[in-house]
C-alpha cells in the first residue's frame, strides 16, 4: 500500500516523507536548489505553461474550470501512466507543490483525476472510493491521505 501525501515545497521535509515528488513546472519562488530536498521533478505532470498562465489571471475566478481543463490535459498525457511507474513501490509519496493557496493546489486535481480516474484504478489500484476524493479537495496541507495499493 502507498500513501499519498501533499506538501508545501517551502516546509521543512520529514523523514516519513517518503518518495517526494515536485509537482509543479515552475521552480518555487526563493527557494535554493541546495535547500530544496525532492526525488523526483514530475514537470511533465504539471498543467501546460499556457493553462497555467491562463488561470493566473484570475485564480479565485477560474479555480473550477482550471479543474477540468487541467483534468483534460492529464487524461491526454503519456506522462501520467510513467509517472505512476516511477513512484511505484514506495511506501509513501509526498507530492510537494510551490503555491500559497493550499486550497486549489494542482496536486489535488491531479491526484483526483489522474489516479482516481476508473481507468487508473483498474491499472494501478489508486483509491477505489469517494470519500478519498473528497478528502483531497477539502485536506490541509501535509494530510495523509487514504493509503492506495500500487
Not at 521535509?13 to 536548489?33: A, H, I, S
Request: include cysteine; glycine fraction near 4%.
Amino acid at each position: 500500500m502507498t500513501r499519498i501525501k501533499i506538501k508545501r515545497a517551502y516546509e521543512k521535509p520529514e523523514p516519513d516523507d517518503g518518495f517526494r515528488v515536485f509537482v509543479d513546472r515552475l521552480w518555487p519562488r526563493g527557494m535554493r536548489k541546495e535547500d530544496f530536498r525532492y526525488d523526483l521533478w514530475a514537470k511533465q505532470i504539471a498543467p501546460s505553461a499556457a493553462l497555467r498562465r491562463w488561470y493566473h489571471e484570475d485564480m479565485p475566478g477560474r479555480w473550477e474550470e482550471f479543474g477540468r481543463r487541467y483534468a483534460a490535459e492529464l487524461r491526454q498525457s503519456p506522462a501520467v501512466a510513467e509517472f505512476v511507474r516511477q513512484i511505484t513501490g514506495n511506501d509513501t509519496v509526498t507530492l510537494v507543490y510551490a503555491s500559497r493557496n493550499a486550497l486549489q493546489i494542482c496536486a489535488s486535481v491531479f491526484v483526483s483525476t489522474a489516479l482516481v480516474e476508473s481507468s487508473r484504478i483498474s491499472t494501478f489500484g489508486f483509491f477505489s472510493s469517494a470519500l478519498a476524493i473528497h478528502s483531497l479537495c477539502f485536506c490541509p496541507p501535509d494530510t495523509l491521505l487514504p493509503p492506495c495499493s500500487i
